[in-house]
């Protein structure tokens, strides 16, 4: 094969994996990243793609009112993928896509590995690129003719018409998916009170965040998460002086008005990228200003590997370390020796640790971690921090047996850990796994230590008690499950 082929487009950008098993909360905060427009879903063993959840797909299936803790990604994805090889030319791979309209195009080597994910805007570059250029260049070059005739202030260089919708100012979360659904909005505005005006703002991103904390979306008002950062500029402001102001000012969103200071449209981010472009194209200085600010400041990644796997596979150790005493069988451990063995996990010296991923970060503040330990229940405290988080803590708090009745291995958990949404959208479900594997799997030792099978697990004021096979409540017994 001959020519430019796909491989020279950026392929790398717009997506995040999940796994086969995880759930909708997942992948909401996957997609609660600014740059993330797409989920790709691991096939089984997680191996390969095996389908794709895009922003649009998501909205949809949360309208229907599922539960997004318990409906798995790979049962509401999208399946029907087409896949082409790297070197495929740019004009053979614009006729396929075209022909197939697929869900999604994947891009794979030679070797059929995984290379990339071509995206809507990237099949738009690819038309551009292709042979369909000259088409297309013609019909370009009369609308650059007819704009020249044109005031090239922000209402004339620009469509404001586009990517938002109104929203009453008294709406709920299940209203806003309504509204987001239709691929072409982008964000929803929000009437002030007594519907006058606008109020603030939601868009996708903020929606996907606030939705990844499990909010009830028939309850939880819109008006209550909206951003409010508005900057409002008139519509025949110059474009050289709009792009300056704005990268000023570094609003949540941009509102156009006329002379009468009525609204005429909403100046998305991707108008501001486009008035940049139509500025370098006329040879303007649009002085360093970095692209428009997202429509909320991007929140830490998802839970890196490293955190599911590595982190947790050290809780696995030939002997426990923490310290206990046993009677009758059973194992009691204290509120501090629980602490100081989490500690431990997260960091050796309990200095603070980093966890990272895709150039964004996360502070651990490891000697902030405390435990506390009721009648039949555990709160774990830490504190993290962020560049859109100062240091804060979250909360995760497990409700298990009590000390009295160790005859499971059952425990139930909040939905979310208290703390700023930034942080626990993030990192509160990881915190929580490390927490109860940490109770559980040294439980699991313990009780190995003494030739025995763990039964069942418990909380009394200060102390975790665990149950071993050997405990006459237990023989006979059959082994419970974790959370």
């Known amino acids: ?35 993330v427009k797409v989920i790709l879903v691991r096939g089984k063993k997680n191996k390969g793609v095996a389908g794709v959840i895009s922003q649009t797909h998501f909205l949809k299936v949360c309208a229907t009112g599922i539960n997004p803790v318990s409906t798995l990604a790979r049962n509401q994805m999208q399946t029907d993928l ?4 790297d070197n495929t030319p740019l004009d053979h791979a614009v006729e396929a896509i075209q022909e197939k309209d ?35 260049g013609k019909a370009a070059e009369k609308v650059i003719a007819a704009a020249q005739d044109t005031p090239q ?99 949540d969103a941009v509102l156009v008005l006329n002379a009468e200071k009525k609204f005429v449209g909403y100046l998305s981010p991707a108008d501001y990228n486009e008035a940049i472009e139509l500025l370098k194209k006329k040879k303007i ?5 970095p692209a428009i600010k997202p429509e909320i400041a991007p929140p830490p990644p998802p839970p890196p590997p490293a955190l599911e796997t590595t982190l947790l ?16 069988d059973i194992i009691s451990v204290d509120a501090s020796s629980i602490t100081a063995h989490i500690r ?37 405290s830490i504190e993290m921090s962020c560049d859109q988080c100062p240091r804060s803590a979250i909360v995760a708090s497990f409700f298990l047996g009590k000390s009295d009745d160790l005859s499971n291995l059952n425990g139930v958990r909040e939905q979310a850990p208290a703390g700023p949404k930034v942080l626990v959208g993030r990192w509160g479900r990881p915190f929580q796994d490390v927490v109860w594997s940490a109770m559980l799997e040294q439980g699991e030792i313990l009780v190995n230590e003494y030739e025995s099978n763990l039964m069942g697990i418990g909380a009394g004021p200060g102390t975790i008690k665990f149950s071993n096979s050997k405990s006459p409540m237990h023989v006979g017994a059959k082994v419970g499950g974790g959370i």
């Open 313 to 328: 596979d050290e809780l696995i150790e030939e002997e426990s370390d923490l310290a206990h005493t046993i009677e009758d």
């Open 153 to 251: 202030d922000v209402s004339h260089s620009l469509d404001l018409g586009d990517e938002f919708a109104f929203i009453r100012n008294d709406a709920v979360f299940s209203d806003a998916s309504r509204i987001l659904t239709p691929v072409h909005v982008k964000v929803v505005l929000v009437r002030a009170k007594k519907g006058k005006g606008i109020a603030g703002v939601l868009t996708e991103p903020e929606f996907l965040k606030v939705c990844a904390t499990g909010i009830n979306p028939d309850k939880t008002l819109v008006s209550k998460h909206m951003l409010t950062d508005l900057l409002r500029i008139r519509s025949d402001t110059p474009l050289e002086e709009a792009v300056k102001i704005i990268g000023e000012k570094d609003p």
């Open 1 to 35: 094969m001959s020519g430019p082929t796909v491989s020279l487009l950026e392929l790398r950008d717009e997506f995040a994996f999940v796994r086969n098993d995880a759930n909708f909360a997942d992948v909401g905060r996957s997609l609660g990243q600014t740059s």
């Open 82 to 85: 087409l896949r082409l090889r």
């Open 102 to 136: 697929p869900d999604a195009v994947l891009i794979l080597s030679g070797e059929n590995k995984f290379v990339g994910y071509l995206s809507p805007e990237d099949f738009r570059q690819l038309k551009l690129t292709s042979g369909t250029k000259g088409r297309m």
């Open 344 to 380: 431990n996990l997260i960091s050796k010296d309990s200095t603070d640790v980093v966890w990272s991923e895709d150039g964004s970060e996360v502070v651990v503040h490891t000697s902030s971690l405390s435990v506390e330990i009721g009648d039949g229940s555990l709160t774990a």
């Open 285 to 289: 200085e649009v002085f360093d200003v």
